[in-house]
Nanobody, 123 residues
Framework: QAQLQESGGESVQAGGSLRLSCVAS???????MAWFRQAPGKQREGVAGIESGGNDTYADSVKGRFTISRDSAKNTLYLEMDSLKPEDTAMYYCAAGFGAWTYVPAPDRMDYWGKGTLVTISS
């Protein structure tokens, strides 16, 4: 099993940047890690995912603005967010799973979740 802890969320102005981090602990058995987000009144949606080999996938809404990466030595997942927009405001969750995906899966396909970190983008 894995335990995930996100950090880095804060309030920033539109056009700014943030980097979220997710530290994984426990057994290193997951093949896939991803970032999801959930805005008030909306369903949780996939943002970006990355395979153990480094192949990454992004939601169309963040493609070209967000970059997902992982540091195996530090057991840490990152999400670099640039050119932030008010519509990016959400609780961001780190997730991990046993699957091998070429796209960001639905939330119910993930096996482990962090508690979330809040990102607020003001106009």
């Amino acid at each position: 099993q894995a335990q995930l802890q996100e950090s880095g969320g804060e309030s920033v102005q539109a056009g700014g940047s943030l980097r979220l981090s997710c530290v994984a602990s426990g057994d290193s058995i997951v093949n896939y890690m991803a970032w999801f987000r959930q805005a008030p009144g909306k369903q949780r949606e996939g943002v970006a995912g990355i395979e153990s080999g480094g192949n990454d996938t992004y939601a169309d809404s963040v493609k070209g603005r967000f970059t997902i990466s992982r540091d195996s030595a530090k057991n840490t997942l990152y999400l670099e967010m640039d050119s932030l927009k008010p519509e990016d405001t959400a609780m961001y969750y780190c997730a991990a799973g046993f699957g091998a995906w070429t796209y960001v899966p639905a939330p119910d396909r993930m096996d482990y979740w962090g508690k979330g970190t809040l990102v607020t983008i003001s106009s």
